[in-house]
């Protein structure tokens, strides 16, 4: 079946660097656009970061740019997301989520791993 | 950034009744508009799209209406299983810039 499986999250400190994978199964990978988006304690979801089915063209939310890197790997069906920097205020659950595509267009997210915790704290 | 607020906070409804969850963003985003359901541990499930459009196997007490800046989600008959958090996201325009409300809690009365 259709899944995502997120893995890499952790403990660590201000300052530090973090890199996510999430692994895709079930669907081609190469296919879909795919996205992180992220959830800190108590706070809305917040939308992190997209690159297209290529990995030719990338996006980031305006609170993570400059120190996230998307990328992936089509022939590994593997999302990832290297993080740099981090603040306490990246402290979140991480998830991957595919695209709903509908006639070729975006309409929200239909697939979503389990997500993976991302703590920064000292 | 298009700033999307729900109301109310939280919504206390007994089983069988009606619940009624609102969204509006702060500029129109047409249809653009999505609807999740989150419970503790799990991840967002996507309800409802283009503002009307039930994603597939999503019950069909759970009905969209709106369009531009104002957006319910409607619950017909509470089940109680329909507990949760429920958040809407717009994702109107390009490039990405996609945003979610503060999310609804639905307490089961």
């Known amino acids: 079946q259709v899944q ?3 893995s890499g999250g952790g403990l660590v400190k201000p300052g530090g660097s973090l890199r996510l994978s999430c692994a895709a199964s079930g669907f081609k990978f190469s296919d879909y656009f795919m ?3 992220r959830q800190a304690p108590g706070k809305r979801l917040e939308w992190v970061s997209y690159v297209d089915g290529s990995g030719g063209s990338i996006y980031y939310g305006d609170s993570v740019k400059g120190r996230v890197t998307i990328s992936r790997d089509n022939a590994k069906s593997s999302l990832f997301l290297q993080m740099n920097s981090l603040r306490d205020e990246d402290t979140a659950v991480y998830y ?3 695209p709903n595509q ?3 267009l975006y309409h929200g997210f239909d697939v979503w791993g389990q997500g993976t915790t991302v703590t920064v704290s000292s | 950034e298009v700033v999307v607020t729900q109301s109310p906070d939280t919504l206390s409804v007994s089983p069988g009744e009606r619940a009624t969850l609102s ?7 047409h249809s653009d508009l999505a609807w999740y359901q989150k419970k ?3 991840s967002p499930r996507l309800l409802i799209f283009g503002a009307s459009t039930r994603a597939t196997g ?4 759970f009905s969209g209406r709106g369009s531009g800046t104002e957006f319910t989600l409607t619950i017909s008959s509470l089940q109680s299983e329909d507990f949760g958090v429920y958040y809407c996201q717009q994702y109107f325009g390009w ?3 996609w945003t979610f409300g503060q999310g609804t809690v639905v307490e089961i009365k």
């Open chain 1, 35 to 37: 996205a992180w988006v």
């Open chain 2, 23 to 29: 969204c509006r963003a702060s500029q129109s985003v």
């Open chain 1, 102 to 104: 509908v006639a070729g």
């Open chain 2, 58 to 61: 999503v019950p069909a007490r």
């Open chain 2, 95 to 97: 490039p990405p810039a």
């Open chain 1, 4 to 6: 995502l499986v997120e």
């Open chain 1, 96 to 98: 991957c989520a595919r």
């Open chain 2, 40 to 42: 503790p541990g799990q």
